[in-house]
């Protein structure tokens, strides 16, 4: 088992982006035992299909609860997932941060599932970042991880009071082809899930962005089909 065994009765809140890793992680989860709390971030994305995605994954996963949050980060701009007016890369990244990289994304999105956990009981948050197969974002690294579990416990009356909050990150060393692999494991349906930046006219994968490409790549090495693509 991944993620360590929940202690009975225990709450984790679950941030779920609709997309295959927040998918897998959101299933390791629940195999360990604990009660989901989903949270997913309307952050007025480029589109509105992996919103769709997740509250599919939501409700197969068996979610006790889910909030869908409004956080305009288009009011912001400084990425191609908020600013149309900027372009999804389609021809690979160069190894700098892609423009794709929405500032502070998972610090705000962590924070927010922080003070969800504290208003509820839960100690435990899952976020399905991944410093292996990934575009190179700052906020999906180990360290980051560990400043934020730090702060946590300075920012809250419960930690404070000694109560330690974990951030999981069930999928931090995994390449894709193991977190396609974990999908098939947990018998979740990949097809549910939406990982493109960019999707055509017609909502479907555009099959060039980098997001795109790294889950072709997963499943091709897994030796799996992706059911969102066939």
Known sequence: MILPRAPDGAAAIVLVSGGLD????AGLAREAGYRLFALTIDYNQRHRIELDAAAR???????????VLSVDLSAFGGSALTDTAINVPKDGVDGTIPPTYVPARNTIFLSLALGWAEAVGARDLVIGVNAL??????????????????MAAEATKAGVEGQAFRVHTPLIAMSKAQIASEAARLGLDAGMSWSCYDPTPEGRPCGRC???RLRAKGFAEAGLIDPAVS
């Open 133 to 150: 197969d990934y575009s190179g974002y700052p906020d999906c690294r180990p360290g980051f991880i560990a400043a934020f579990e730090t």
């Open 210 to 212: 980098d997001s795109c």
């Open 57 to 67: 994954v939501a409700s197969a996963l068996g979610a006790e609860r889910h909030i």
């Open 22 to 25: 927040s998918m897998v992680s």
